[in-house]
């Protein structure tokens, strides 16, 4: 492992495993426009060659990340590699004849960040996916008889197991057991 320190406009440090500080030369545009060689190191070559595909990636997983701040640095570290393997299946997915949308006018359109993780989301929950309220089935809402309003209320009568909103507990009692309410 090499350190390198290269001075450009200002200092420029880098730790590299796979250059060992070979000199090198790279193009730079002067004020009056024409471009002079400077010396450099192989390793700052390298980088400014490569570091767009960097930039891409973290601009692609910045858009619609999961990320959130955490104290536990293995939480970052999963939440990070969940995003790139979602950008990365995005990616795949772009680049597959299989995946092409067709648009009304049957020309060929991209499926959006957003889409894609729309439908992965989707495609992950399954069956599990479910819309409104996640109450289990075992207890029956009624229905609010003075409101005539469908309500879900969480409280109830244990030994009727029915659950009733405050208003219609005891109509619905008196009902059911006129002899207790004389």
């Given at each position: 492992?090499?350190?390198?320190?290269?001075?450009?406009?200002?200092?420029?440090?880098?730790?590299?495993?796979?250059?060992?500080g070979?000199?090198?030369?790279?193009?730079?545009?002067?004020?009056?426009g024409?471009?002079?060689?400077v010396?450099?190191?192989?390793s700052?070559?390298?980088?400014?060659?490569f570091?767009?595909?960097?930039d891409?990636?973290?601009?692609?997983?910045?858009?619609?990340?999961?990320?959130r701040?955490?104290?536990?640095?293995?939480?970052?570290?999963f939440?990070?590699?969940?995003?790139?393997?979602?950008?990365n299946?995005?990616?795949?997915?772009?680049?597959?004849?299989?995946?092409?949308?067709?648009?009304?006018?049957?020309?060929?359109?991209?499926?959006?960040?957003?889409?894609?993780?729309?439908?992965?989301?989707?495609?992950?929950?399954?069956?599990?996916?479910?819309?409104?309220?996640?109450?289990?089935k075992?207890?029956?809402?009624?229905?609010?008889?003075?409101?005539?309003?469908?309500?879900?209320?969480k409280?109830?009568?244990?030994?009727c197991?029915v659950?009733?909103?405050?208003?219609?507990?005891?109509?619905?009692?008196?009902?059911?057991?006129?002899?207790?309410?004389?």
């Amino acid at each position: 492992m090499r350190v390198t320190v290269w001075r450009d406009k200002k200092n420029i440090n880098l730790l590299s495993t796979n250059c060992f500080g070979e000199p090198d030369k790279v193009n730079r545009k002067q004020k009056d426009g024409t471009i002079k060689e400077v010396p450099c190191p192989l390793s700052v070559k390298h980088y400014n060659m490569f570091m767009n595909g960097v930039d891409h990636a973290d601009q692609l997983r910045s858009t619609y990340n999961i990320s959130r701040k955490s104290l536990k640095w293995w939480k970052y570290l999963f939440n990070f590699l969940v995003d790139i393997s979602i950008v990365n299946a995005y990616l795949l997915m772009r680049e597959s004849v299989n995946h092409q949308i067709v648009t009304k006018k049957n020309r060929p359109r991209q499926m959006t960040k957003l889409e894609f993780r729309m439908k992965l989301a989707h495609q992950m929950l399954g069956p599990f996916h479910r819309k409104g309220n996640s109450r289990s089935k075992t207890s029956t809402p009624t229905t609010c008889s003075q409101n005539i309003i469908r309500k879900e209320p969480k409280t109830g009568c244990a030994q009727c197991n029915v659950n009733l909103c405050i208003e219609c507990f005891r109509p619905y009692h008196r009902k059911l057991f006129p002899q207790l309410f004389v």
